[in-house]
């Protein structure tokens, strides 16, 4: 399996605040896809963002937005105008282009102050 | 459309009793997965399909059985169940081919032995 490594098992954040995730991985592969999960109390894993490796264009989902760095094999995630709604934790995941499993970081938790 | 569904949501075992947990899709997937959700390590992968007829092991698929006879169903069997084995438990399902390959999660189950 790919190693994910999320560095950051909580982050707090006030409310209408940016908040940053930080996420590293590690591939020899050039076709890859690399995404962010948000598991809320509910349990349920949503999709937040996705990336293609081959796109150099940074991917943004309204104030969801990415930061990837393909040379570094970085791919952190940066939460815009912070909602109380954004509580959960939050997952780093990649998956190779050539198969459909993915590979998961550990998570980080993000709380946001009222 | 019900996605992916997974019974039960809560279940407790006794160490040694074996179980079956479900997993159903409605969207014509042919790529289906399970994962195990542990604090502190994110989500692996137990075993996974990528057809009917079609199985294969993921990163932890120790004291796990699977079959696929049908596209729809992917069932999970614990055989004698150990205290390790507590978890929450998610199932996935994608497309095989296509770009993003989004994988849709179930809603989980937990799992404690006891």
């Known amino acids: 399996a790919q190693t994910v490594t999320q560095s950051q098992p909580e982050m707090s954040v006030q409310e209408a605040e940016t908040v940053t995730l930080s996420c590293t991985y590690d591939?020899?592969?050039?076709?890859?896809?690399l995404f962010w999960y948000k598991q809320p109390p509910s349990r349920q894993m949503i999709l937040v963002i996705r990336?293609?490796?081959?796109?150099?264009q940074n991917a943004t989902e309204n104030r969801f937005s990415v930061n990837f760095q393909k040379a570094a094999k970085s791919f952190s995630l940066k939460i815009s105008d912070s909602q109380l709604g954004d509580a959960a934790m939050y997952f780093c995941?990649?998956?190779?282009?050539?198969?459909?499993?993915?590979?998961f970081g550990a998570g980080t938790t993000v709380t946001v102050r009222a | 459309n019900a996605g992916v569904t997974q019974t039960p949501k809560f279940q407790v075992l006794k160490t040694g009793q074996s179980m079956t947990l479900q997993c159903a899709q409605d969207m014509n997937h042919e790529y289906m997965s399970w994962y195990r959700q542990d604090p502190g390590m994110g989500l692996r992968l137990i075993h996974y399909?990528?057809?009917?007829?079609?199985?294969d092991q993921g990163e932890v698929p120790n004291g796990y059985n699977v079959s696929r006879s049908t596209t729809e169903d992917f069932p999970l069997r614990l055989l004698s169940a150990a205290p390790s084995q507590t978890s929450v438990y998610f199932c996935a399902s994608s497309y095989s081919s296509g770009t993003y390959n989004e994988q849709f999660f179930g809603p989980g189950t937990r799992l404690t032995v006891l």
């Open positions: 995941a990649y998956r190779s282009g050539r198969a459909s499993e993915l590979s």
């Open positions: 591939t020899s592969e050039s076709d890859y896809y």
């Open positions: 399909s990528v057809g009917a007829g079609i199985t």
């Open positions: 990336q293609e490796a081959y796109k150099q």
